[in-house]
């Protein structure tokens, strides 16, 4: 391919709001524009890259046996009404309406429509397992789309879904994806860090997210320097500290007088001691919890509802408690767990007011009979602690767990943080920033159990389908390969996804240069070799330059000079490596093909 025959513009300088690496340099290289807040059009150099990260999915998938399929990208509002995410998937959604008013939502991912697929089709256990992919494009309108194509709002996902009659199939499945996520990361030349994820308020269980660390990341993943643990924070557990604490002589109960006093802050100043002493109680406000509260304080009056005929009942709102030692924080996605909840936040001071009968900052366990307590393990822990009373300006000294206060449940709620030890092994947790480029998700029942979906066994009897999700995103993974892979002067591409494998730059496109530089070019390409050969008309440096913003893997150089040679030769480089070597014009085109061949690994 000539340069002038493509369209590559590059960019000497740096969009003011590409703030990352793989950002600037995807625009500078000409691979991407933008058309809109968080919507970016790939041009021809980019795309080439996309198209080979596309085609190593693809053959991953292949290989597994997953069979790809071309749902739409607009689908029909009633399959998420069925699934209950029409009224939780909030404003991420984009959903619009077609002439005749009918609901439609545009993909920001496809567990429905797949199930329904699926549902419309499945007849027998012999049909199952099943395993679906589809590499397509999604819609989310992210509130802040940033870092260019690391997280815009038209993304394009490969989103696999698997439906089994038993958890051992499923885990075969789920096991197989995660194998094939490790190989398309290597083979984009990514060094992923797979960690346990949050599984998800319903029917789910096993769950790993594949991460790239990255300082600009969304994710806090806490590691193990002893052990291979790995978990996003959001799922990470650590050894509780201590015991439970079975304390004897402990004076009673006090109240004190703490005027004034509401932060932990402020009571540590004021009792002269620290947090860990403390236990703290916050309020929190959940959505449809599914986890049964009868018997629990409050959950009296509490309405229950099915968003299924299938569905399990959830309370779509209910208030809890938590308590947990004054220097830990609470965990909020273990506690949705917990509750098997679909959100869950702190209560607005108005409903604490209401629930605690006492001003914000006073809450505290002894005596709360107003709705379910939920206790940190951590609280277990501490022997003789101090807490709010429940009344303005007081507090309770000399409490005790078990003796003052019994929860509803005790369970881990803590996040963890650096300095904590494993629960695997109890060595040093510490933490590391990270992008998430793939999610596997065993889903159990959610989407087919909502969605009404059967299989006959073997005795005419009918089955709800366990089902699994695995979704990776192309352009975040695209964006990611050049984050870990580039120089001060530009990308520097691993063979497996370069736009091009050869750049030939002739020192000046005219005569005898012009002669060899279209000679190897043609040689390269019938070998199978893409190449990019840069018949600009600008001066040698400019084309250095922008071959090393461009970061295709090998430079060759074709001049007079070296062609004038007693044996004619060009110049061949790889891309973030220093030496220049010279190599015979007349093999040059075996000798590249051979070199780019071993990289790929042919
Ligand atoms: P995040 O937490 O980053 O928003 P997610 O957990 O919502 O991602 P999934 O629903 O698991 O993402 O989607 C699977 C994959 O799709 C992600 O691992 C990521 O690679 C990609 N992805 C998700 N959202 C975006 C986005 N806004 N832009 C680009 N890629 C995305
Ligand atoms: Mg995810």
Redesign the pocket.
């Known amino acids: 391919m000539l340069f002038t025959q493509t369209f590559i513009p590059t960019l000497r300088e740096v969009p003011a709001d590409a703030l990352i690496v793989s950002h600037r340099l995807m625009f500078r290289a000409g691979m991407l524009r933008k058309l809109a807040n968080g919507l970016f059009a790939y041009l021809p150099l980019g795309l080439r890259s996309f198209r080979k990260v596309e085609a190593i999915v693809r053959e991953e998938m292949d290989a597994i046996g997953a069979l790809e399929i071309k749902p739409t990208v607009v689908v029909p509002g009633e399959l998420w009404k069925e699934s209950g995410r029409w009224e939780t998937m909030g404003e991420a959604m984009l959903r619009v309406k077609n002439r005749l008013g009918g609901d439609f939502v545009v993909s920001p991912?496809a567990e429905e429509a797949v199930t329904s697929l699926v549902r419309d089709e499945l007849a027998s256990y012999r049909q199952l397992p099943l395993r679906l992919y589809q590499i397509n494009t999604k819609y989310?309108d992210?509130v802040r789309p940033r870092y260019g194509?690391?997280?815009?709002r038209e993304?394009v996902?490969k989103d696999a879904y698997s439906y089994h009659t038993d958890a051992s199939s499923l885990d075969e499945t789920y096991t197989a994806m995660g194998a094939a996520y490790r190989r398309i990361f290597t083979r984009c030349g990514l060094s992923v860090i797979p960690v346990r994820a949050d599984s998800g308020a319903m029917g789910g269980s096993d769950s790993e997210e594949f991460m790239v660390e990255s300082a600009i990341g969304?994710n806090t993943l806490i590691l193990c320097h002893t052990c291979d643990y790995a978990a996003n924070v959001e799922k990470a557990a650590c050894k509780p500290d201590g015991t439970e604490a079975s304390p004897t002589d402990i004076p009673a109960l006090e109240p004190i007088h703490t005027p004034e006093v509401k932060t932990i802050e402020q009571l540590c100043a004021f009792l002269k001691t620290d947090a860990q002493r403390f236990i703290k109680t916050l309020i929190y406000r959940a959505s449809n919890v599914a986890l049964d509260l009868s018997g629990a304080p409050g959950s009296g009056g509490l309405e229950k509802r099915k968003s299924s005929p299938d569905a399990p009942e959830v309370y779509p709102e209910a208030f809890f408690a938590v308590a947990i030692r004054g220097d830990l924080g609470v965990n909020e996605v273990k506690l949705a767990a917990v509750l098997k909840a679909s959100e869950v936040s702190l209560a607005a001071d108005h409903e604490v007011v209401r629930l605690t009968g006492a001003p914000v900052g006073f809450a505290g366990p002894v005596g709360l009979r107003t709705i379910p307590l939920i206790a940190d393990l951590s609280v277990t822990a501490i022997p003789e602690g101090v807490t709010g009373a429940l009344v303005a300006d007081t507090h309770y000294a000399h409490v005790v767990y078990g003796r003052d206060f019994v929860p509803w449940l005790t369970a881990d709620l803590r996040t963890v943080v650096s300095g904590d030890r494993c629960a695997c092994c109890g060595g040093e947790l510490y933490e590391k920033k990270g992008n998430?480029?793939?999610?596997i998700f065993k889903l159990g029942y959610k989407y087919t159990r909502s969605m009404q979906v059967r299989y006959l066994d073997e005795k005419g009897q009918a089955h709800i389908p366990l089902m699994g999700t695995y979704?990776?995103?192309l352009?975040?993974t695209l964006a990611s390969v050049i984050e870990e892979h580039h120089d001060e002067a530009g990308i520097i591409w691993p063979m497996s996804v370069a736009p091009y494998q050869v750049i030939i730059i002739p020192i000046t496109y005219g005569g005898t240069v012009k002669a060899a530089a279209d000679t190897l070019s043609a040689a390269l390409e019938t070998r199978g070799i893409e190449v990019l050969l840069d018949d600009r008309n600008e001066r040698a440096g400019v084309k250095f330059k922008d071959a090393d913003l461009l970061g295709i893997p090998y430079r060759v150089v074709v001049g007079d000079k070296h062609l004038a040679r007693e044996v004619p030769a060009v110049e061949v480089k790889r891309r973030g490596e220093a030496s220049v070597r010279l190599v015979e014009a007349a093999t040059a085109a075996d000798e590249l093909s051979r070199l780019v061949y071993r990289e790929l690994g042919r």
């Open positions: 991912t989310r992210e194509v690391m997280r815009s993304f996902m969304d998430e480029l793939g999610h979704g990776i995103g352009d975040r």
